[in-house]
């Protein structure tokens, strides 16, 4: 039954249904006839009204709002700085920049909460320590010397006797606050932040089960991106595009029936599940044969040697397809998993600019954030999350590849089919960088409920731009 009630943290309406003149079938409809029911937190729908009005376009290019939002956001969110993998060893470490700010998060003990985040900054005259990550056992400084334990303390001062106005307690390399959740270690330069878990919301609760910490990633590809980060993140958000840039998945992509969860009190986290093996509502009659064949010709992971059942529904298939391959590949048995946490696509976002996979089919994310201290370039990243091995060993995590504007990400064969459709999306960006610079209109328009959660985003980006 429908509830509507008032959403404590804005105030505005909550709805427990879905627009009524949205197409059909919803996915709660589709859910209805899938083999294994879904968990609670996905029978349910959530949408908080949170108006129509224009998000003004200067966001996008504008300085001032870019060197606002380095204070305001930047410093002040929980960011993914790397996996737990990442930084194997004591003394591993990646380098973590964000614009003007760059970390060294270091694994500084075998123990899980082991890791530090130090300001990647000399405290003699301010040379950066590390260019990029690596294992060490302490940090040098190139310049003259000085150098850091792995515990932040001061080790060594080359000709300390032209220092003894240098108290050495004083002089530990300054932290930005680290804590981990799923395998993910995260970074916050607030030192008054609140918790991460408690930042998270409800994520952890509906992460519950996809078991992400037994996973390692396997792939880790980034690319400079023409265009504000928050645009590279909104292109991706959202399967209203889906028809238009992507028309290859109509016959077996649910894009017009994606349900889009807004949740009241709930600041950073929003999601949007799309049902897979089902054809687009613009396309209903599709033939179940089409729709099998194209989805395993895009996508081959859903390919099986299986003979076709007869009148078995493509959207059955694929679960089913789904089912043994992840059993196998992580050892465990999943074959009584819900059709759609093996299948769909359940996409989330993580405030500001972390997009992680629920489910256990795809296990993949993003990450996005500004190039340097460009308005107008971004970094987008895209990883995949292998099962680990059941004594928990993995092949190590690989180096990330590096793409530069220029450079397609259909140069990457290991993103499969995925690399074709962010290109697809990657061209659309740049005309829409340009076209906000050209444009007379200074707000973009959004869909009320398919471009929901980048409304919810700037919400939240509001709210923490105005905060003191
Ligand atoms: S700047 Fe680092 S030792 Fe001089
Ligand atoms: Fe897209």
């Known amino acids: 039954m429908t509830k509507v009630t008032a959403d404590i943290y804005t105030g ?21 006839s899938d083999k294994i029911a879904p968990p609670a937190h996905m029978r349910e729908e959530s949408r908080i009204d949170m108006g129509n009005e224009d998000i003004p376009i200067e966001r996008y290019f504008s ?26 060893d004591v003394g591993s470490h990646i380098v973590y920049n964000i614009v003007h700010d760059s970390l060294i998060v270091v ?20 040379t950066m320590l590390r260019k990029e990550g690596g294992c060490v056992k302490k940090f040098r400084c190139p310049f003259h010397g000085f150098t850091w334990a792995l515990d932040g303390t001061l080790d060594h001062i080359p000709e300390a006797w032209d220092f003894q106005h240098v108290d050495w307690k004083e002089f530990s390399l300054p932290e930005a606050k680290v804590d981990t959740w799923g395998g993910f270690v995260f970074i916050n330069f607030d030192q008054d932040c609140e918790d991460l878990l408690s930042y998270l919301e409800i994520l952890p ?29 909104e292109a991706f958000v959202e399967a209203y ?45 599709t033939d179940p044969e089409k729709t099998r064949t194209l989805m395993e010709r895009d996508i081959p992971f859903y390919k099986s040697s299986d003979p076709v059942v007869e009148g078995q529904s493509p959207r059955e298939r694929f679960a089913e397809v789904a089912r043994k391959k992840i059993s196998a590949a992580s050892k465990r048995d999943v074959s009584q998993v819900s059709d759609t946490v093996a299948l769909d696509l359940i996409q989330y976002t993580v405030f500001p600019n972390f997009v992680p996979y629920g489910g256990l089919g795809l296990s993949a994310g993003y990450r996005f954030r500004p190039y340097g201290d460009d308005p107008e370039r971004s970094i987008m990243e895209i990883y995949f999350l292998f099962p680990k091995a059941e004594d928990g060993s993995h092949p190590p995590a690989p180096r990330t590849v590096w793409l530069t504007e220029d450079e ?3 140069t990457v064969e290991a993103l499969g089919s ?30 009320s409920y398919q471009e929901s959660r980048i409304r919810h985003f700037h919400k939240t980006l509001d709210a923490y731009m105005a905060a003191d």
Not at 264 to 282: C, D, E, L, T
Request: glycine share 6%; hydrophobic share 30%.
């Open 12 to 32: 505005l309406e909550h709805r427990s249904d879905g627009p009524a003149d949205r197409p059909h079938p919803s996915l709660q409809e589709i859910y209805e």
């Open 63 to 88: 300085k001032e709002y870019h060197d606002k939002e380095v204070e305001k956001v930047w410093r002040r969110t929980w960011q993914w700085a790397c996996r737990l993998e990442d930084i194997p």
């Open 107 to 126: 694994r500084t003990g075998p123990g899980p909460k082991d890791i530090k985040a130090y300001i990647n900054a000399c405290l003699h005259r301010g």
């Open 205 to 233: 609760e509906h992460f519950a089960d996809y078991d992400l910490e037994n996973r390692y990633k396997a792939i880790h590809v980034a690319k400079i991106m023409p265009c504000n980060w928050k645009l590279s993140a």
């Open 241 to 285: 595009h889906v028809p238009y840039a992507h028309p290859q998945s109509l016959p077996y992509y649910g894009d017009s029936n994606t349900q889009y969860d807004t949740y009241p009190g709930v600041r950073h986290i929003n999601r949007m599940i799309s049902a897979q093996g089902v054809p687009s509502p613009a396309v209903p009659d």
């Open 408 to 410: 397609d990400w259909s």
């Open 418 to 447: 995925s690399a074709m459709v962010i290109d697809q999306d990657t061209d659309n960006l740049k005309r829409i960088q340009k076209g906000l610079r050209t444009t007379r209109k200074p707000g973009a328009t959004l869909a």
